[in-house]
């Protein structure tokens, strides 16, 4: 069974930066695709980041373009979101996700469709 442990997070000033990492774990390790969401205080979980594994592929939420960026290492399994000029919006609890299989009907954004998550981790943007 996958498992993702998830690191980095905290206080950040806004405008800033800061850098989130997901270790994948456990045999066998399969994924088509690592995704970021996050969730906000009282709201739902919202698409962030993704990228395909093999070729690396990457997608962003429009919020995010331009200021986060996804990478991955493929030597230790571990996907990486990069993010800088971080503004109030930013403030959630930061997820990384594991997709096993393409999901073509449902895309790369869509969270219910990811087989494994990692524990969350709280990133908060102060003015």
């Known amino acids: 069974q996958e498992q993702l442990v998830q690191s980095g997070g905290g206080l950040v000033q806004a405008g800033g930066s800061l850098r989130l990492s997901c270790a994948a774990s456990?045999?066998?390790?399969?994924?088509?695709?690592m995704g970021w969401f996050r969730q906000a205080s009282g709201k739902e979980r919202e698409f962030v980041a993704a990228?395909?594994?093999?070729?690396?592929?990457?997608r962003y939420a429009d919020s995010v373009k331009g200021r986060f960026t996804v990478s991955r290492d493929n030597t230790d399994n571990t996907v990486f979101l990069q993010m800088n000029s971080v503004v109030a919006e930013d403030t959630a609890v930061y997820y990384c996700?594991?997709?096993?299989?393409?999901?073509?009907?449902?895309?790369?954004?869509?969270?219910?469709?990811?087989?494994?998550w990692g524990q969350g981790t709280q990133v908060t943007v102060s003015l």
């Open positions: 996700g594991g997709l096993r299989t393409p999901t073509p009907d449902f895309g790369l954004e869509y969270a219910p469709a990811y087989d494994y």
């Open positions: 456990g045999r066998p390790f399969s994924a088509y695709a």
């Open positions: 990228i395909v594994w093999k070729g690396g592929t990457t």
